[in-house]
Nanobody, 116 residues
Framework: QVQLVESGGGLVQAGGSLRLSCAAS????????ICWYRQAPGKQRELVAV????????NYADSVKGRFTISRDNAKNTVYLQMNSLKPEDTAVYVC?????????WGQGTQVTVSS
């Protein structure tokens, strides 16, 4: 079992920055990949960023590439999403997901609101 807790969401002006955190606990060794998703009203859930647990390789959605950075702190069992140059279109609930061979585990999400 893996437990995930997100934090760091809030209200920010367009062009501003925010850093989200996803703290993992439980069977950390079983996690292969950590993903950040976002869900906005009227839209499908979107995969925003991915980082592998071992190699630390990353991938990003085209919509956030160059603006967002996913990173990890293994000592804290935490993955971060640094969000720069935020746009109103980035407004969503951001949720982290840990993928294991057994399946996926979800946090409860953190709200990000970007005002124009």
């Amino acid at each position: 079992q893996v437990q995930l807790v997100e934090s760091g969401g809030g209200l920010v002006q367009a062009g501003g920055s925010l850093r989200l955190s996803c703290a993992a606990s439980g069977s950390i060794f079983s996690i292969n990949v950590i993903c950040w998703y976002r869900q906005a009203p009227g839209k499908q859930r979107e995969l925003v960023a991915v980082i592998t647990s071992r190699g630390g390789s990353t991938n990003y959605a085209d919509s956030v590439k160059g603006r967002f950075t996913i990173s990890r702190d293994n000592a804290k069992n935490t993955v971060y999403l640094q969000m720069n140059s935020l746009k109103p279109e980035d407004t969503a609930v951001y949720v982290c997901n840990a993928r294991t061979l057994e399946g996926g585990y979800w946090g409860q999400g953190t709200q990000v609101t970007v005002s124009s």
